[in-house]
């Protein structure tokens, strides 16, 4: 993990909380199967902490992380699956109630699945164009790229506070002394621009926006809202869709990797220097906090796509075709 950013200002009280620590608690995590969720989870388990997996399905790492985590032994962390369609609130809603059934209570809730702009759910594919890629059905009036990057951080981080104020019975209420964790990825497009993927880029500057929104649970009522800004980082986000890995120049752009992620995921539910509403942005090798004005924005190995402004001309090939979004 990258050194410490200087400067950073103790926003809690010491008195009341004098250091956390993961091991012994229990966590839920989305889009656990895969990229850097996998990582977070893997993270928390070895240092102690239970984890229910969520997601759709769990790729091969995944699932062996999950049997070798799923005997039930005292003083060891254990890990859990849940199959869950984010998109979906009732299966948002079981997921906490599977969490609570199987852990007896959560500590830590992150919801990290997300998309990045497939011709599925994107906005230079319209839904109901003919010939588009679009699976977004033209009178649902809604895309699922904003449900899975917006809506579901959104209503899952709703349903945490919910379970953190209103635990089971002889559960402790969260609080300064008890205190719980939300962690979201956001990501280094919460400040660019891309011409390519503009619904992504607006779901990051409005998840950067809801974590700085939330920061002032922590002081109030324990509850530590926090979000990590990763910048080009290898996983099958990237590796498995040829459209993204046209942005990239290998003999050029570094690589951040999920680990490195998952570790400064890991620092802001541990550190108590860094206080709710706190954005890390992660490179290859750096970490830094990201202010909410005058940032200098993300520079450095792990931040650049040399082919990005490139391909933005395969943008205008699809709009020079004739008749896009002529049948909206």
């Known amino acids: 993990m990258a050194a410490r950013q200087p400067g950073l200002k103790n926003e809690t009280d010491k008195e009341e909380v004098v250091g956390w620590s993961v091991k012994g608690k229990t966590a839920i995590v989305t889009g656990a199967g895969s990229g850097i969720n996998f990582s977070f989870a893997a993270l928390l388990l070895q240092k102690g902490c239970s984890v229910l997996l969520a997601d759709l399905a769990l790729r091969p790492e995944a699932q062996a992380l999950l049997e070798e985590y799923a005997a039930k032994q005292d003083g060891r962390p254990r890990a859990e699956f849940c199959k869950t369609d984010v998109t979906s609130w009732p299966q948002l809603s079981r997921m906490f109630d599977t969490a609570i059934r199987l852990f007896g209570h959560i500590d830590i809730v992150c919801p990290g699945a997300g998309i990045y702009d497939p011709h599925w759910s994107n906005f230079w594919h319209p839904p109901g164009t003919p010939g588009s890629a679009s699976k977004d059905a033209p009178d649902g009036g809604r895309y699922a790229s904003l449900d899975i990057n917006i809506t579901h951080p959104i209503r899952s981080t709703q349903l945490a506070i ?23 990825i956001s990501s280094i497009a919460g400040q660019n621009s891309n011409l390519n993927t503009p619904i ?81 942005e992660i490179g290859a090798g750096q970490t830094r906090l990201v202010e909410a004005l005058n940032d200098p924005g993300p520079s450095g190995k792990g931040h650049t796509v040399s082919k990005l402004e490139e391909r933005y001309e395969e943008v205008f090939e699809w709009l020079g075709k004739k008749g896009w979004g002529a049948k909206l």
């Open 162 to 184: 919910s379970h953190f104020l209103n635990p089971p019975p002889g559960v402790e209420k969260v609080g300064p002394r008890n205190p719980k964790r939300v962690i979201i």
């Open 200 to 280: 992504y880029v607006a779901t990051k500057h409005a998840m950067n926006g809801f974590i700085r929104s939330l920061g002032k649970l922590d002081e109030r009522l324990g509850i530590r809202v926090n979000g990590v800004a990763p910048g080009v980082i290898k996983t099958p986000l990237w590796t498995e869709h040829p459209e993204k890995m046209t942005f990239i120049d290998e003999t050029k752009d570094a690589w951040a990797t999920p680990e490195e992620v998952a570790e400064g995921m890991l620092r802001c539910l541990e550190d108590v220097e860094l206080g709710g509403g706190k954005i890390l």
